[in-house]
């Protein structure tokens, strides 16, 4: 016997209606990163006719590809609930022992690169997760001691690399495409591999949704944690080696503030600081959007000093469209 459907009550219809509404607000949300680039886009190219052709393109995302691999780490990080406030030095760290170690060993330098980064992120995870230490404490001191190392070798003076198969390995250009952007683009592949594919990206997720559930599912995750800096040290050595070959040089300068467009990246591309969520793919959206900021602003002549005033701005609104609201019971 046919049972004519029971017609919905208000509640129901209040229920439904409220699904629906958060169901569009996640769109916007994740949609935002998206928006906000093409907007950028629309303006730099009608204040520049320079802006939207194909070698300031290049140069954007060569620009850009510093600051992607470095921003694919901290991903990891703050996907878990956590923060890094030493890449920059850490960068700059990677570069020095780039330039030592290239005119000897060539394109194989980013063996060294790699393992001191490794090692920096080694010490970060070990404080955090074992010295329960709070990582902006932590990090922000491992920020000042890394800068100090590299101003203690260097003594302010620049250190050249001049090795050829060096450059041509990470500086130079094939059929018109940098090096170091295939690089970027191929960590970034892995990267989105592992954070969608493996089982260490959905605990690195689990974490940042809530630590005490996941000790109670029985994730380890103080070995997560050291893990996640771990990788991120080691992209962090990547990325300096990739900035040394581009300037053919480690300075002591070199990476400093690159933390905080790190950071505004991974959040403007849709990671929340509350953790539990985010992509790899919003962080290169971020990237392309920090980075095509300062190309247009700079293509445009736009007062340096007021281009920090907008990447502040941007980095506001960023966390106010992406933050979910719902999760945090107390702002303090």
Avoid at 18 to 45: G, M, Y
Wanted: glycine residues 12%; aromatic residues 4%.
């Amino acid at each position: 016997m046919n049972q004519t459907p029971k017609p919905m009550t208000a509640p129901e219809n209040k229920a439904d209606s409220q699904i629906q509404a958060s169901s569009r607000t996640a769109l916007l949300r994740r949609a935002f990163p998206l928006a906000v680039l093409v907007l950028l886009c629309v303006v730099f190219s009608l204040a520049s006719p320079r802006f939207l052709t194909v070698s300031n393109l290049l140069i954007v995302l060569q620009q850009g590809t510093v600051l992607l691999v470095a921003s694919l780490g901290m991903t990891f990080v703050i996907m878990a609930g956590s923060i890094d406030l030493s890449v920059g030095s850490i960068v700059a760290l990677a570069a020095l022992v780039t330039a030592l170690t290239a005119n000897t060993l060539g394109a194989a330098a980013i063996i060294p690169a790699i393992a001191v980064g490794a090692a920096a992120g080694l010490v970060n995870g070990v404080l955090l997760a074992k010295g329960k230490v709070p990582s902006f404490i932590a990090t922000m001191g491992a920020m000042v001691v890394y800068r100090g190392i590299v101003l203690l070798f260097t003594r302010g003076a620049p250190v050249s690399i001049e090795d050829e198969h060096f450059l041509d390995a990470y500086a130079a250009r094939t059929w018109g495409i940098p090096h170091s952007v295939a690089i970027g683009l191929l960590l970034a592949l892995l990267a989105y591999a592992v954070v969608n594919g493996t089982v260490f990206g959905r605990e690195v997720r689990a974490i940042g949704g809530g630590e005490r559930v996941a000790i109670l599912t029985g994730i380890r995750v103080a070995r997560v944690k050291i893990c996640m800096y771990v990788l991120l040290g080691a992209l962090c050595g990547i990325a300096g080696l990739l900035q040394g070959a581009r300037a053919m040089a480690a300075t002591a300068q070199l990476g400093e503030g690159l933390e905080l467009d790190v950071i505004a990246a991974v959040v403007v591309g849709g990671t929340p600081l509350t953790g539990g969520v985010g992509s790899i793919f919003g962080t290169i959206l971020g990237v392309l959007i920090i980075t095509l900021l300062s190309n247009g602003m700079n293509m445009t002549g736009v007062d340096p000093y007021l281009q920090n005033i907008v990447k502040g701005t941007v980095l506001i609104c960023a966390v106010f469209a992406t933050i979910d609201r719902k999760k945090i019971g107390i702002i303090k």
